[in-house]
């Protein structure tokens, strides 16, 4: 019986990982309301057609750019025209209620209702087109549900029987105006079929104890998995403009050819696959957020967590490429915009908040956010702003402040190869833990002529007093107090240093350029002997 479960199982988990993995040819039978796979078929398969939309999209920004913004309702991306999507559902009863929904990213979100008439129809209607993607009928009291596909053709029916005691909502469904849903069911019952006998294969391998009979089994169970596998090859082959091909598509992995793995150059292979990384997905196909695998969060995860070295540079550069890529999508693109300014506003990777104030400066703060409301982009734009500062490779603006006996310090004058900077709060419970440490690598390495200067709030002088009498190794650093300055300008060089929490420590070179920003201390000794390391190989 082709239960929902297997039905589920196709859709949720079953796609293959890499289409191109198997180079054998396999035979697939033909199966009842399902498409004929041909007996041979060919694995080493063309791409899938980028879809091209009808009209140029085009994206309203009612805000403004920043900083002159106003207030107004933002676009939310919906274009304007029509659906119809009608279900004739045997066994559902009149006046019914029953739901539309899709997948977006990682959710499943409820879109419209409907009643269901006297004659078993629930219709579902708007005067704003749907977004392209999976989306999912679901039943009364929300009993159960099952997938279809809304692409450019938004007028179509789709009957079939509730069977909510089997389930079995595919096998008895018909489709009407909807190409790509006809196809997307042969699909869903062709895999389900050979997936039902890959059950029934395992059952008797369970029973079966004879071992020669267990290794005809798994030899026959390998069989099937070719046979479903490239059933999703000869799907992309057959309709290379769907959508359920562009995410089959997009979830298969770039193939290495063997010439470029057998090269006399031992970085070819990852440069081949790094430069064409991106080539399975169709940046045009906004269908791709509304899949049941959020896989454009995969596709990306991936590259940066192990292809690329965690460089800010190099992260820019890779935003730069996405965003080129997907400037004619509408959701697509939205969702790398907020993607890559998240990651990289979020990450405790040191100088990638360089990443994040060049990426929000190209989006969110040149109009691109434009279903984002002004205040959200007036705080992410100062953000921005106010991070950039202090980015490594900035010059570290120079601060004149006192010290506990009212003694003007300017911390551009200190000589020194590498001065430390540590704002920190002596009631600071990890301040108190992180001083010490500093005490030490500090005292450990003052012949090199390392020089820091502890900056603390003026309104906690005596509890920063009381502090270094229990710490005297602290005598040495200039301790200075964030608070009275001689005038606005000085004040202003102050917030330059991004400063969000207790403590934050920045390296400034002996040109008092920014070399680390928020480095944690137990970091600090490996960077700055590394540092010196790289500067002397570049003298000699």
Request: charged share 25%; hydrophobic share 35%; with cysteine.
């Amino acid at each position: 019986m082709l239960n929902k479960y297997i039905f589920t199982f196709v859709l949720a988990g079953i796609f293959s990982a890499n289409l191109y993995a198997q180079k054998e040819q396999t035979a697939a039978a033909n199966t009842t309301n399902t498409e004929t796979a041909p007996a041979a078929i060919a694995l080493n398969l063309g791409p899938i057609t980028p879809y091209k939309r009808a009209t140029p999209a085009i994206k309203q920004n009612n805000v403004g750019v920043y900083p002159k913004l106003k207030s107004a309702k933002s676009w939310d991306g919906v274009e304007p025209g029509k659906y119809s999507l009608k279900f004739v559902i045997k066994g559902i009863k009149h006046g019914d209620t029953v739901y539309l929904a899709d997948y977006h990213l990682d959710g499943k979100y409820r879109r419209d209702t409907a009643i269901v008439d006297k004659n078993g129809l629930a219709n579902f209607t708007g005067t704003r087109k749907l977004q392209h993607g999976f989306y999912l009928f679901v039943f009364p009291q929300v009993r159960d549900y099952f997938e279809f596909i809304v692409d450019d053709d938004q007028d179509f029916t789709i009957s079939t029987d509730t069977s909510y005691w089997s389930r079995e909502y595919f096998p008895k469904m018909k489709v009407n105006g909807s190409e790509q849903n006809s196809s997307y069911l042969a699909y869903q019952l062709y895999k389900a079929k050979i997936i039902q006998q890959i059950i029934d294969n395992d059952k008797v391998s369970e029973t079966d104890t004879l071992p020669a009979q267990k290794q005809i089994l798994m030899a026959k169970k390998m069989e099937l998995l070719k046979l479903k596998n490239n059933y999703d090859s000869f799907y992309i082959a057959t309709h290379p403009n769907h959508l359920l091909s562009r995410f089959l598509y997009a979830m298969s992995d770039v193939e290495v050819p063997m010439d470029v793995q057998k090269s006399t150059d031992s970085n070819a292979a990852y440069k081949y696959y790094k430069e064409h990384y991106w080539d399975h997905i169709d940046f045009n196909e906004d269908g791709l957020v509304r899949v049941p695998l959020n896989i454009l969060k995969q596709k990306f995860d991936f590259f940066f967590d192990k292809v690329i070295p965690p460089d800010a540079d190099m992260c820019i550069k890779v935003a730069d490429l996405l965003l080129a890529k997907s400037e004619n999508s509408v959701e697509v693109e939205k969702y790398i915009i907020w993607y890559l300014t998240n990651r990289f506003e979020t990450s405790n990777i040191m100088g990638m908040d360089k990443a994040f104030v060049i990426t929000a400066q190209k989006t969110y703060c040149s109009g691109k956010a434009w279903w984002i409301d002004s205040a959200t982009v007036r705080h992410m734009c100062d953000n921005a702003r106010d991070r950039e500062p202090s980015n490594i490779g900035k010059p570290g603006v120079p601060l004149e402040l006192a010290d506990k006996d009212g003694i003007w310090h300017n911390t551009g004058e200190i000589k020194a190869p590498y001065t430390i900077l540590i704002f920190w709060d002596p009631t600071c419970g990890h301040c108190r833990e992180v001083m010490p440490k500093l005490a030490k690598i500090y005292n450990d390495n003052k012949a090199k002529g390392w020089k820091v200067v502890a900056l603390s709030p003026s309104d906690k002088k005596k509890e920063w007093l009381e502090y270094q009498k229990e710490h005297p190794e602290m005598s040495e650093f200039l301790h200075l107090l964030r608070g009275e300055v001689r005038s606005e300008a000085w004040a202003e060089n102050l917030r330059k240093y991004y400063v969000i929490a207790s403590p934050t420590i920045y390296i400034l070179n002996e040109n008092k350029v920014i070399e680390a920003n928020r480095i944690d201390v137990d970091k600090i000794e490996d960077f700055l002997n590394h540092l010196t390391k790289l500067k002397g190989k570049k003298t000699n």
